[in-house]
Nanobody, 124 residues
């Protein structure tokens, strides 16, 4: 069992920065990769970024490339999302997720565990 808990959300003005953290606990031997997703009101959950635990490969949605950075701490199993130059369209609930089987990093179907989410609001 893997437990995930996000923190670090908040409200900022456009152009500002926020850093999200995802604390993880449980049996992590089989976790292949972890990711951040987000969901705005009335929209589907969408991929933001992913990191593969052993290779450290990272992937980003086109909408956040160059502005967001995903990282991990393999000692405490946490992952982080540093967000810069935030835009109003980044406003959403942000979720941390863990996958046991890899696969297409951007598909929610490949993730077995989810956190409860943390809200990010960006005003213009």
């Amino acid at each position: 069992q893997v437990r995930l808990e996000e923190s670090g959300g908040g409200s900022v003005q456009a152009g500002g920065s926020l850093s999200l953290s995802c604390a993880a606990a449980g049996v992590f031997d089989n976790v292949h990769n972890m990711a951040w997703f987000r969901q705005a009101p009335g929209k589907e959950r969408e991929e933001v970024a992913a990191i593969f635990r052993r290779s450290w490969y990272t992937f980003y949605a086109d909408s956040v490339k160059g502005r967001f950075t995903i990282s991990q701490n393999t000692t405490n199993k946490a992952i982080y999302l540093q967000m810069r130059n935030l835009k109003p369209e980044d406003t959403a609930m942000y979720y941390c997720a863990a996958s046991l089987n890899g696969g297409r990093w951007s598909s929610t179907l490949n993730y077995n565990y989810w956190g409860q989410g943390t809200q990010v609001s960006v005003s213009s």
